[in-house]
């Protein structure tokens, strides 16, 4: 029998790299957090929200209100789940109140509080999608969501949504509701940048076409764009009838062109379009 090559997941350069992206990530939520969220009281979710409303209340240094919750929530999360979160992962978690204490004493980029709520949730978001790039994370709110998880049935998301949603509400009580507001602003922002880390700007559209000319559109397609067509097979839900789905992959700058091809060969042809965040393969990105 040959040898098959081993593909190494977990090189000292990765686990560096991931180590890297840990650190990184957390120095900038704490950036993101001391120069726009907190000056501005826009407790946009997690701990970092909880520890802003509480100094509101009780003029509690934040750093230390995240050691005092991130803490023992990494701990009850090993135990009661019952997972490994692993070193990168707890790492996070002691990194990020570490930062917020070392620039705790920056001065605000801003003091409009809509100007913080979109710039802190932009920053603070590339941080956490940096952390998640790591294949970590900085504990909080996270930890407990899947605690409520595991003991209510609830879904992971609607546990987040609680818990943020809660926190929002608080601010709203505790300094006043346009404070509740823009933290939903931050929140929002924040969880749209994770993505745009993660997966990146979507610059190609994935077509499916579904039309009774099949080799008609496949031969335009090839030669009008130079993209290949994969034929699936498809069932009409009410006839039963089956007919072969196109689907194709394009860059956006080529939809429009697509279109074009499509009404030419076939006006009739019906047609789904949605993002393709990353395609890998020939003519796009390498794997």
């Known amino acids: ?38 000056p501005n009281q826009v407790a946009s979710g997690g701990v970092s929200g909880i520890s802003t409303i509480l100094h509101g209340l009780f003029g509690w240094n934040a750093g230390i209100v995240q050691y005092a919750f991130n803490i023992p ?18 790492i996070g978690t ?16 801003t003091t409009n509080s809509l100007l913080a709520a979109l710039f802190g949730g932009i920053v603070v978001g590339l941080g956490i999608g940096l ?25 992971l998301g609607t546990s987040v949504l609680m818990i943020d949603g809660l926190i929002a509400l608080s601010a709203a009580i505790v300094f006043d509701l346009e404070k509740g507001l823009y933290a939903l602003i ?7 940048t994770i993505d745009i880390v993660q997966l990146g700007f979507s610059q190609s559209k994935m077509v499916y076409i ?18 290949g067509v994969t034929k699936m097979p498809s069932f009409g839900g009410y006839t039963g009838e089956q007919r072969l789905m196109l689907m194709v992959v394009v860059y956006q700058t080529e939809f429009t ?31």
């Not at 977990?10 to 726009?36: C, D, Q, R």
């Not at 570490?98 to 605000?108: C, G, R």
């Not at 931050?186 to 749209?192: A, D, R």
């Open 73 to 90: 929530l990494f701990i009850a999360g090993v135990v009661i789940l019952g997972k490994n979160f692993g070193l990168k992962s707890f």
């Open 1 to 38: 029998m040959g040898k098959h090559n081993k593909i190494v997941m977990n090189s000292p350069k990765i686990i560096v790299m991931e180590y890297i992206y840990v650190l990184l990530g957390a120095a900038i939520i704490a950036f993101g957090f001391n120069a726009f969220l907190f």
């Open 94 to 109: 002691i990194a990020l109140p570490f930062f917020v204490i070392l620039f705790e004493e920056m001065d605000a980029l």
């Open 131 to 155: 952390v998640f790039k790591g294949k970590a994370s900085t504990g909080g709110t996270d930890l407990l969501a899947q605690i409520i998880t595991k003991y209510t049935g609830l879904t």
């Open 186 to 192: 931050g929140l929002y922002v924040t969880t749209k």
């Open 210 to 227: 579904i039309t009774n000319k099949q080799d008609e559109m496949r031969d335009a397609i090839y030669k009008e764009i130079n993209r």
């Open 257 to 287: 062109k697509l279109k074009q091809v499509i009404q030419t060969v076939d006006a009739t042809a019906f047609v789904i379009v949605s993002d393709a965040y990353e395609v890998l393969g020939e003519g796009f990105k390498r794997v």
